[in-house]
């Protein structure tokens, strides 16, 4: 029986590589632990060595071909096949059984969210039931508020339209009546809490005649539809769910995905949910203009899963109407409705220009982008789209920190190192980080977190001939000089040689890049995202500075620190970089404050 060889786990985020030489050939003898081949992954070339013995039966990848985690590479003879082949990541077969688990086990879950309990009504609940007292509508893309005051406790009486909390939105700090007459129970949430609209806020016994909690904020009698007559309703309610159940079934033609089989503008997220809340509210109340539509077709136009600025009115004044939201739906199923499309985009996020045949003016070549210089692209495109850069510029007089620099140079040679002013703004950056904790920080949108970092990890740009790596010194602050230039000069070593793991890349906390070898005066570099902040270095140049009465020659070192101003203020950077200059100026500084 023959025991295929896989491609294993490569690292965290690793999911493919673009194979540089296959090392084995049909009838070759390989051994667990032996080099196969060679990978470049998005951060370095890296040997796979087998987790299977024996006799190679067949290889089914090629040198240049772009294999993924999983991939079979080759098979080998069963007899004398090392049972490691067992011990490599589960395979897509050997996952099935718990994912389908694992999707039993969520399906309670999901009837449960589908069939919610519907609110107690008068008929359903004598005059003292207990009933919820719920987070109403708050209004259009207002899905939640974080609980500034509660006003109400246990045994408190409350009634129809009486203040109960205060609520701070995206938009205003606001009161929120209550709907409700009786008694409070129990109260659900407390001061602080970020609650939903529909969240149960506490628990009431009804005051005798009183009704149960309407439903949330019923729509002023100026907004309220006009009454439909039955047979109308129900069409207009079978048109709606064929609408749906048309446009969700579009999205599993040919077995893509969702995503694939419409672009991001033709709907809003995954299983045909709302429109994103944060996104709809922040591209209608602050970039895009009113639309005019009424709440029910936005609601309708949420469900099915489509952005409405995509959606031509027909009606008065160009109004939306429900009828053309479904239209739009089923004309994007048909193909007969083009919404409008998202930009052409390939692995890298951002839209890809349509390009001119080159070839018309004279010869061309066409290399493909691959492994370092593609994650690159990424990864760079990705942080100037994330962060609104800043950059801060700066000079400082070295010519005193080169004196020592020179002085020392020997010392740090004979450990193997070079004595470089990259080396010696390590030691000045890791101090500087430790006055001002956030430039060594990262902001979470997701969870809206700033997390700071209370460890040290300094990340060096290095130029190869594979484009630019960022490999990492780690613990920068409980090292001194001479160590941080011997592990330098290493690290720059490995990158160069193709040598560097993907470890060596990883938990970065700050970023150096010194073009100052090459030339320049100054220049804005990248945040290295998620890190808020870089430091660039440019060449020192001799340079007339007033001196007391007189001009002297100085060297004289450009800085430029970029930097995220989400988090970081204009203020707070020109400090941060005023105490790099000072340091470099006085290295005394170094032992006086840290």
Same mark, same amino acid.
């Given at each position: 029986?023959?025991?295929?060889?896989?491609?294993?786990?490569?690292?965290?985020?690793?999911?493919?590589?673009?194979?540089?030489?296959?090392?084995?050939?049909?009838? /070759?003898?390989?051994?667990?632990?032996?080099?196969?081949?060679?990978?470049?992954?998005?951060?370095?070339?890296?040997?796979?060595?087998?987790?299977?013995?024996?006799?190679?039966?067949?290889?089914?990848?090629?040198?240049?071909?772009?294999?993924?985690?999983?991939?079979?590479?080759?098979?080998?003879?069963?007899?004398?096949?090392?049972?490691?082949?067992?011990?490599?990541?589960?395979?897509?077969?050997?996952?099935?059984?718990?994912?389908?688990?694992?999707?039993?086990?969520?399906?309670?879950?999901?009837?449960?969210?589908?069939?919610?309990?519907? #609110?107690?009504?008068?008929?359903?609940?004598?005059?003292?039931?207990?009933?919820?007292?719920?987070?109403?509508?708050?209004?259009?893309?207002?899905?939640?508020? /974080?609980?500034?005051?509660?006003?109400?406790?246990?045994?408190?009486?409350?009634?129809?339209?009486?203040?109960?909390?205060?609520?701070?939105?995206?938009?205003?700090?606001?009161?929120?009546?209550?709907?409700?007459?009786?008694?409070?129970?129990?109260?659900?949430?407390?001061?602080?809490?970020?609650?939903?609209?529909?969240?149960?806020?506490?628990?009431?016994?009804?005051?005798?005649?009183?009704?149960?909690?309407?439903?949330?904020?019923?729509?002023?009698?100026?907004?309220?539809?006009?009454?439909? &007559?039955?047979?109308?309703?129900?069409?207009?309610?079978?048109?709606?769910?064929?609408?749906?159940?048309?446009?969700?079934?579009?999205?599993?033609?040919?077995?893509?995905?969702?995503?694939?089989?419409?672009?991001? /503008?033709?709907?809003?997220?995954?299983?045909?949910? &709302?429109?994103?809340?944060?996104?709809?509210?922040?591209?209608?109340?602050?970039?895009?203009?009113?639309?005019?539509?009424?709440?029910?077709?936005?609601?309708?136009? +949420?469900?099915?899963?489509?952005?409405?600025?995509?959606?031509?009115?027909?009606?008065?004044?160009?109004?939306?109407?429900?009828?053309?939201?479904?239209?739009?739906?089923?004309?994007?199923?048909?193909?007969?409705?083009?919404?409008?499309?998202?930009?052409?985009?390939?692995?890298?996020? *951002?839209?890809?220009?349509?390009?001119?045949?080159?070839?018309?003016?004279?010869?061309?070549?066409?290399?493909?982008?691959?492994?370092?210089?593609?994650?690159?692209?990424?990864?760079?495109?990705?942080?100037?789209?994330?962060?609104?850069?800043?950059?801060?510029?700066?000079?400082?007089?070295?010519?005193?920190?080169?004196?020592?620099?020179?002085?020392?140079?020997?010392?740090?040679?004979?450990?193997?190192?070079? #004595?470089?002013?990259?080396?010696?703004?390590?030691?000045?950056?890791?101090?500087?980080?430790?006055?001002?904790?956030?430039?060594?920080?990262?902001?979470?949108?997701?969870?809206?977190?700033?997390?700071?970092?209370?460890?040290?990890?300094?990340?060096?740009?290095?130029?190869?001939?594979?484009?630019?790596?960022?490999?990492?010194?780690?613990?920068?602050?409980?090292?001194?000089?001479?160590?941080?230039?011997?592990?330098?000069?290493?690290?720059?070593?490995?990158?160069?040689?193709?040598?560097?793991?993907?470890?060596?890349?990883?938990?970065?906390?700050?970023?150096?890049?010194?073009?100052?070898?090459?030339?320049?005066?100054? *220049?804005?570099?990248?945040?290295?995202?998620?890190?808020?902040?870089?430091?660039?270095?440019? +060449?020192?140049? #001799?340079?007339?500075?007033?001196?007391?009465?007189?001009?002297?020659?100085?060297?004289? #070192? &450009?800085?430029?620190?970029?930097?995220?101003?989400?988090?970081?203020?204009?203020?707070?950077?020109?400090?941060?970089?005023?105490?790099?200059?000072?340091?470099?100026?006085?290295?005394?500084?170094?032992?006086?404050?840290?």
């Amino acid at each position: 029986m023959a025991i295929e060889f896989k491609l294993p786990e490569l690292g965290e985020n690793i999911e493919a590589g673009d194979l540089v030489r296959v090392m084995i050939n049909p009838g /070759d003898t390989v051994s667990t632990g032996q080099a196969v081949m060679e990978l470049e992954t998005d951060k370095a070339v890296i040997e796979v060595p087998s987790t299977v013995s024996g006799k190679v039966q067949d290889v089914r990848v090629a040198q240049g071909e772009k294999v993924h985690v999983g991939q079979v590479i080759f098979t080998v003879e069963g007899d004398g096949a090392s049972a490691a082949a067992e011990a490599k990541p589960a395979t897509p077969k050997q996952e099935a059984a718990p994912k389908q688990e694992a999707s039993q086990q969520e399906k309670p879950k999901a009837e449960k969210k589908d069939t919610p309990k519907p #609110m107690a009504t008068p008929a359903e609940v004598p005059a003292g039931g207990t009933l919820e007292y719920k987070l109403p509508e708050l209004g259009e893309n207002i899905e939640q508020g /974080d609980l500034v005051r509660l006003m109400v406790k246990p045994g408190d009486a409350v009634a129809e339209g009486q203040p109960v909390m205060e609520l701070e939105t995206d938009k205003a700090v606001i009161e929120v009546p209550s709907s409700v007459n009786g008694t409070v129970k129990d109260v659900s949430v407390s001061a602080g809490q970020k609650i939903k609209v529909g969240q149960t806020i506490f628990s009431y016994q009804a005051a005798a005649g009183a009704p149960a909690a309407s439903a949330p904020l019923a729509p002023s009698p100026e907004a309220a539809p006009a009454p439909v &007559p039955p047979s109308q309703a129900e069409d207009e309610a079978s048109s709606t769910q064929v609408a749906r159940e048309t446009y969700q079934a579009a999205r599993k033609l040919e077995g893509k995905t969702e995503r694939e089989a419409f672009p991001p /503008d033709a709907h809003a997220g995954v299983e045909h949910a &709302p429109y994103p809340p944060q996104l709809e509210k922040t591209a209608g109340a602050d970039q895009r203009p009113p639309i005019a539509a009424a709440p029910s077709v936005r609601r309708l136009a +949420r469900e099915l899963g489509l952005d409405i600025y995509n959606v031509k009115g027909t009606g008065p004044g160009e109004r939306i109407t429900e009828g053309d939201v479904k239209s739009f739906a089923k004309g994007i199923v048909s193909g007969a409705a083009a919404p409008k499309a998202a930009p052409e985009t390939g692995g890298l996020p *951002f839209p890809r220009t349509k390009l001119p045949d080159f070839s018309k003016w004279g010869p061309i070549e066409k290399v493909s982008m691959r492994g370092v210089r593609r994650k690159t692209a990424e990864h760079l495109a990705e942080a100037w789209i994330s962060i609104p850069h800043v950059t801060q510029f700066d000079k400082a007089d070295i010519t005193g920190l080169e004196e020592l620099r020179a002085r020392f140079a020997p010392k740090v040679e004979a450990a193997g190192g070079k #004595m470089t002013v990259t080396a010696i703004a390590l030691k000045v950056i890791a101090s500087a980080l430790k006055v001002f904790p956030q430039v060594n920080a990262t902001i979470d949108p997701a969870n809206e977190e700033v997390i700071y970092k209370r460890y040290i990890n300094i990340g060096v740009a290095v130029d190869t001939d594979r484009g630019l790596l960022v490999p990492v010194i780690r613990n920068v602050d409980k090292k001194n000089i001479v160590e941080l230039a011997a592990e330098l000069s290493q690290l720059s070593t490995k990158a160069r040689n193709k040598k560097l793991t993907p470890e060596d890349m990883e938990g970065g906390t700050f970023t150096i890049t010194n073009l100052g070898g090459i030339g320049g005066t100054a *220049f804005t570099p990248i945040v290295n995202l998620p890190e808020v902040a870089i430091l660039g270095m440019s +060449r020192s140049r #001799m340079e007339p500075v007033w001196v007391k009465d007189k001009f002297e020659p100085r060297l004289i #070192m &450009p800085l430029s620190l970029s930097y995220d101003h989400r988090l970081i203020d204009g203020a707070d950077a020109a400090r941060f970089l005023r105490w790099v200059v000072e340091a470099l100026e006085q290295p005394f500084l170094l032992s006086v404050q840290g």
